[in-house]
């Protein structure tokens, strides 16, 4: 991180896209609190933090777990993390959300809300808008309700400390690691081979470790979704502790 700090001072670039902290042999807080302080020297030098939390058990890197010692995360633990979870498919409210949001600070002092693309856009009047790729254009849910918690919490007169990150672009701006290059060849490899073969109009995918032609209009036929009536939603409003509806 230094190094990084001190090419970028003298005009060269980063040394390394990413670090990882690893305090899984701290307790949990300590663990959060110092990655919290890494995060704001990494969001500065344009760098991911990648933490490891929660506990490891047995022997790693020297870090023994006795006998008697927490050698495994819990529940419990998993609600340090991330405490909202927005996603398209399950609708809230504004003053859902800020009720809910209200309730958790006044019993925990802290929160965490992650917000996917595209979240919340009933709160937008629709524009109609696309991009240059035919996609709806949607509002910015994440100034948006940085701007709106921030409003609220005034207006009752309840202090919070907020920091808003949007890593989109620090992400997809990442070089390519030699994963990433060696299975791009491979889709381009076997891209070749399908045209050679005389197969138009589909595209190269990879499921169960196997590539595929998939033809685009079976592509392109359905959204994948997340169903908020079915399991992989009932376990992260398990794990974050979120209220089900916030209308």
Known sequence: MEETERRRAAGRPNLFNSHMFDGSALPLKENLDIAAKLLERFQKNELVLEIEVGVVGGEEDGVKGEAGAKLYTTPEDTLEQVNFCLIPEASFTLDGLLGALKQRLERRGHAVIVVAEGAGQELFEASGERDAS?????????????????????????EIN?????????????????HDSAF???????????GMAGRTDMIVGFWNHQFTHVPTQLAVSA???????????????ASTGQPAVMK
Not at 139 to 155: E, M, Q
Not at 165 to 177: E, L, V, W
Not at 184 to 191: D, P
Not at 223 to 237: E, Q
């Open 134 to 158: 035919g996609n709806i254009k949607y509002g910015d849910i994440g100034t948006y309700l940085r701007d709106a918690i921030r409003d609220y919490f005034r207006r009752i007169g309840m």
């Open 162 to 178: 907020l920091k808003y990150i949007d890593p989109s672009y620090m992400i997809r701006s990442q070089p390519a690691n030699p």
């Open 184 to 194: 791009c060849l491979l889709m381009g490899h076997n891209a070749v081979h399908a």
């Open 223 to 237: 959204r994948k979704k997340i169903d908020p009536t079915g399991w992989i939603w009932s376990s992260v409003l």
